[in-house]
């Protein structure tokens, strides 16, 4: 059984980075996509960025994060920088199995973690 464990998050201020870790254990997943989700209060989660074959970040983050991976760690990164305090949210990686396509397509994942923290003060 796969799973996914989120971590990095905390509490920044606004122009901060941060480097956030989803690590997969259960399942090589080398040949799956993975993204980054987050979900503020009282809004819908929303894709932030994904990776398979190439990568896809929203308009909202675009030049701030990077998305990478390592197969032989089975770890995807979130590389955050000059956070915004609209950044805060709980932040969460999924994962779509065997996926070689481009991630923008994925219209559902498999399998969620639980989600990290991220806070970003004024």
């Known amino acids: 059984q796969v799973q996914l464990v989120e971590s990095g998050g905390g509490l920044v201020q606004a122009g901060d980075s941060l480097r956030l870790y989803c690590k997969a254990t259960?399942?090589?997943?080398?040949?799956?996509?993975m993204g980054w989700f987050r979900q503020a209060p009282g809004k819908e989660r929303e894709l932030v960025a994904a990776?398979?074959?190439?990568?896809y970040y929203a308009d909202s983050v675009k030049g701030r994060f990077t998305i990478s991976r390592d197969n032989a760690k089975n770890t995807v990164y979130l590389e955050m920088n000059s956070l915004k305090t609209e950044d805060t949210a709980v932040y969460s990686c999924g994962i779509k199995y065997r996926w070689l396509g481009s991630p923008r397509y994925i219209k559902e994942y498999d399998y969620w973690g639980q989600g990290t923290q991220v806070t970003v003060s004024s």
């Open positions: 259960g399942r090589t997943f080398s040949s799956d996509a």
């Open positions: 990776i398979s074959v190439s990568t």
